[in-house]
């Protein structure tokens, strides 16, 4: 349960917003509701035990009882580093021994990068414990163990016991498949800049930042070709609606309706004008005409309502998650701040796009209705410094962000957690066998093609490194 202190001022330098609920943390507090009744027992058993100061969900301090008997911490208080902050405790509030509980300060106070979290008893002048640090949470501050270990960088478990490893808890950890890859292309076929992958089933969909949209299928040995019919053999080029200009194609997905609901491309910038950004979304029909150029029936320009990046720092990934997923996972629409409603939203495609951005390092999510419209719903901080490519993976409910050589090639999951909000699942090297390539697409196969508890995976490198544009390697189903 979540506590809402009086509003005073705040000094947030991210404001990256995203909120939601969870079953761990109602279970954390109806355990500590029903716990027998508080008895005196010693102050310090309470702990600060977890920070969020991103912004990725509300400014939060969580407490932790270490201790072996229930205690009242009604009337307690939370400071940040200025003593005329506060958040106080409500009335009745006890916490049962090794339970948790999660404290929405933001209301009260924010969490800058450089600042502190203080726990006072009621009169407002003994300290129980504080933890102060000089960078935001990445995109949690935990101790590990809970209650009685330091604090370092993990993922965000609000409501629930850290993450102590494994996942966010100490940092990246080794590739989740097979260590060996190879290469699944032909000798110079593709050349520089394939970007973007999506695999629908025997078809893999590439986007190439010269304006090209690939549909390569299958060539017998594990990798790709690109399809020879209907115009597919060389990569089709691109335009905006009207016929005219060459988008910056930086990343493709489709939604549950496959390429008979049209190719969505992100874009950054049109080619004829370079120097420009614009960040757009463009849906192609793919299904039909036998031609080289296929013109989008429709684009949503997103740039207006985004921070300013450079005109080749923009949308660089996309993917799409149904709306039955998200509702049922509860997720948190940042445009009304209540749980994600898409009947408000009229017509669209039936769920939410989600749009990296390279410049900044931020994940957007919206619905883009039928008429053209475009509401934003989520904003998220990858904690990499720019992300480029995103794939939802429907058989494990979370999403995956991928940085390039820029990052070591890093790969981060997430998925809808305590608040509703995407948090950090866990943060992955590159397999060991892929040398630090410039990775600017990544793609997973289906659960249909798990065999022996593994399924292939596919990269997409930008500068072709050795002729060779894709590689695939596996990961564990």
């Known amino acids: 349960m979540l506590e809402i202190g009086a509003p005073q001022g705040r000094r947030r330098l991210a404001p990256l917003r995203l909120a939601v609920v969870g079953t761990t943390l109602a279970a954390a507090a109806a355990a500590t509701l029903f716990a027998p009744a508080a008895h005196a027992a010693p102050a310090d058993d ?41 958040f106080t405790v409500a009335a009745g509030m006890t916490l049962a021994p090794g339970a948790v509980r999660a404290f929405d300060v933001d209301a009260a106070f924010g969490l800058g990068s450089s600042d502190k979290a203080r726990l006072y008893l009621p009169d ?31 993922a965000l478990t609000l409501g629930a016991p850290n993450d102590c490893g494994s996942g966010g808890g100490t940092g990246p950890v080794a590739w989740p498949g097979g260590s060996a890859v190879a290469t699944a292309d032909g000798t110079d076929v593709f050349g520089s800049d394939l970007s973007g992958l999506y695999q629908e089933g025997s078809v893999l969909w590439g986007a190439q930042n010269s304006g090209k949209l690939w549909r390569l299928v299958r060539d017998g040995s594990g990798g790709w070709r690109p399809d020879t019919a209907n ?68 684009e949503w320009n997103l740039t207006a309502g985004l921070p300013a990046v450079g ?4 949308f660089e990934a996309i993917t799409w998650i149904p709306d039955a997923t998200l509702v049922a996972a509860g997720f948190k629409d940042e445009s009304t701040g209540a749980a994600y409603d898409p009947n408000r939203y009229g017509a669209h495609t039936g769920g939410v796009f989600l749009l990296g951005v390279e410049g900044t390092g931020a994940v957007h999510g919206y619905v883009l209705q ?64 892929m040398p630090d390539l410039n990775n600017e697409g990544f793609a997973l196969a289906g659960a249909d093609e798990c065999v022996a508890g593994a399924k292939p995976v596919y990269w997409a490198d930008d500068s072709n490194t050795g002729g060779h544009a894709l590689r695939r390697g596996t990961i564990s189903c």
């Not at 100061?53 to 229930?70: C, P, Q, W, Y």
């Not at 995109?139 to 370092?152: E, L, M, N, V």
């Open 370 to 433: 039928d008429g053209g419209a475009a509401t934003r719903v989520a904003t998220i901080a990858s904690g990499m410094s720019g992300v480029m490519e995103l794939q939802w993976e429907p058989q494990a409910a979370r999403l995956w962000m991928v940085c390039d050589n820029t990052c070591g090639g890093q790969h981060r999951t997430m998925k809808i957690g305590v608040f509703g909000s995407f948090a950090l699942a866990a943060v992955h090297n590159r397999p060991s066998g």
């Open 46 to 86: 309470i702990r600060i035990n977890e920070v969020v100061t991103t912004g990725s969900v509300d400014d939060s301090i969580e407490l932790f009882n270490k201790g072996t008997a229930t205690v009242d911490i009604s009337g307690w208080i939370l400071k940040d580093d200025n003593s005329s902050s506060k």
């Open 311 to 314: 005109s080749n720092l923009g």
């Open 231 to 298: 115009g597919w053999s060389s990569g089709k080029t691109l335009r905006y609606p009207g016929g005219t200009g060459s988008p910056d194609s930086e990343a493709v997905t489709l939604t549950d309706a496959g390429a008979a609901g049209g190719a969505y491309v992100a874009t950054e910038r049109n080619g004829d004008a370079s120097g420009t950004s614009r960040l757009s979304v463009l849906r192609y029909d793919v299904t039909t005409g036998t031609g080289s150029s296929l013109t989008a029936t429709k």
């Open 124 to 154: 407002g002048s003994t300290l129980v414990d504080s933890f102060s640090w000089t960078s935001h949470s990445a995109p949690s501050w935990s101790r590990c163990p809970d209650g009685t270990g330091a604090f370092g960088s993990a």
